[in-house]
């Protein structure tokens, strides 16, 4: 099946400093990828939607200007997480889809958990 | 976003009972998929039933879909220890900003299978 992968798979920060957070389609050209984020013993919520090579489109509530998404190729998305908060602690987890009719499917990465001291 | 809503939040059986989990949504959608994750990993992918699909079946897991109700249900059998684990059910629709088909999860249902 397909794999995404994330790096890293967790990270520690001070408050203030920038993170940035790898998706990566391993075997599959990836022209959506999405990005979730997920508070303990919560929900996932969709963050924001990337297609590759455009603007990221965020949902709503999510600050742009926080969250940095780009989608440069169609095998890596990233996330920076710019001037993080310990509110900005959660898990993160990144998805991505084929593009095309019939690529119904979003793959998972196994997520990468920030902590924001 | 759109979320559904599952119950129970919380279910607790013993080996080898079966568990039932519920979903409920609220707008059109392409698919509904069911997932599970242990507690701090990532998602595992258990199954995905299509809107024109009613019921499906893989190993002990067995999903119904309702588009009428706008609802799912997971059913595992003979559970077993090992199933203990959080499940989502996420329907594959327009997401809240238009910007095209995306994953939407419930909040989850958290299982604990005691032996």
């Known amino acids: 099946g397909a794999v995404v992968s994330q790096h890293p798979s967790w990270v520690i920060c001070k408050s203030g400093t920038s993170v940035k957070i790898e998706c990566r389609s391993l075997?599959?050209?990836?022209?959506?990828m999405f990005w979730y984020r997920q508070f303990p013993k919560q929900s996932l919520m969709l963050m924001a939607t990337s297609n590759e090579g455009s603007k990221a489109t965020y949902e709503q509530g999510v600050e742009k200007d926080k969250f940095l998404i780009n989608h440069a190729s169609l095998t890596l998305s990233t996330l920076t997480v710019t001037s993080a908060h310990p509110e900005d602690s959660s898990f993160y987890i990144c998805s991505a889809r084929e593009g095309g009719q019939g690529h119904n499917e979003q793959f998972f990465g196994p997520g990468t958990r920030l902590t924001v001291l | 976003s759109q979320q559904g809503e599952e119950d129970p939040q919380a279910l607790s059986i013993q080996e080898g009972e079966n568990a039932t989990m519920n979903c409920s949504y609220k707008t059109s959608i392409n698919n509904l998929q069911w997932y599970r994750q242990n507690s701090g990993r990532g998602l595992v992918h258990l199954i995905l039933i299509r809107s024109n699909e009613r019921e499906k079946h893989s190993g002990r897991l067995r999903v119904t879909l309702d588009t009428s109700k706008k609802s799912s249900s997971l059913l595992i059998t003979a559970s077993r220890a090992a199933d203990t684990a959080s499940y989502f059910c996420?329907?594959?629709?327009?997401?809240?900003?238009?910007?095209?088909?995306?994953?939407?999860f419930g909040k989850g249902t958290s299982l604990l299978v005691t032996p």
């Open positions: 996420a329907t594959d629709a327009l997401s809240s900003s238009n910007s095209g088909y995306a994953l939407n």
């Open positions: 075997d599959f050209q990836a022209t959506t």
